[in-house]
């Protein structure tokens, strides 16, 4: 199996959601100062960051909507890691809602759902933040009633931002299926036959975290 990375880098200043702040980062310990630390020249780094949880690659918990919802630290790892997966590819040229119509040809039960749209052509340009693929409220409802295990998108939300409601968030969080947004990189994936993994840190009481997204493709 080979390895496809899936995630986008978290770099200093970076902007994932328009008018939330970029991650800062910056030395805690640098390599010259922990010198002093030991008598055989070893040195070593560590670093620091300060940075909102909505930020580059991530994963929404139900928690994230729902005051009562499971957090990251009570996601079961099945619902993130090693899940058989398949890509729905609905290009953003050829519209941008993702409707129940563009997904009904697949089996989806215990699977990850992954909507490539190309949309990522934009990241870390102001055009990201424009009008963006999403999924639309029927295509929420299918996924959930075929149970689908997580759901992802390579675009800017999974909801329609044009907006004030956010149904797709609502109905997938509430069935307890975890939302990947800011994907990249799925025109290297097969429409099948691949697992996908999107694991964030074991947090309490928080319900967004950045992954390391990658799917395992037979070579």
Known sequence: MALVDLSHVIEEGMTTFKGFPGPHLCDYWTREGSGA?????????????????????????????????????????????????????????????????????????????????????HWRTGAYFDDHPYLTAAAAEWLVEQCAAFVGIDSHNIDDTSTRSRPVHSKLLAAGIPIGEHLTNLGAVPDGGFRFSAVPPKVKGMGTFPVRAYARVPE
């Open 37 to 121: 630390h030991y008598d055989d020249g070893s040195s070593f780094h560590i670093g620091r960051i300060d940075m909102i949880a909505n930020t580059g690659t991530y994963v929404d918990s139900p928690f994230h909507r729902y005051e009562g919802g499971a957090d990251l630290s009570e996601l079961p790892l099945q619902s993130l890691a090693d899940l058989e997966a398949v890509v729905v590819r609905k290009p953003f040229a050829e519209g941008l809602a993702t409707d129940a119509a563009d997904l009904q040809t697949l089996d989806v039960r215990g699977k990850a759902v992954l909507v490539h749209t190309g949309w990522e052509c």
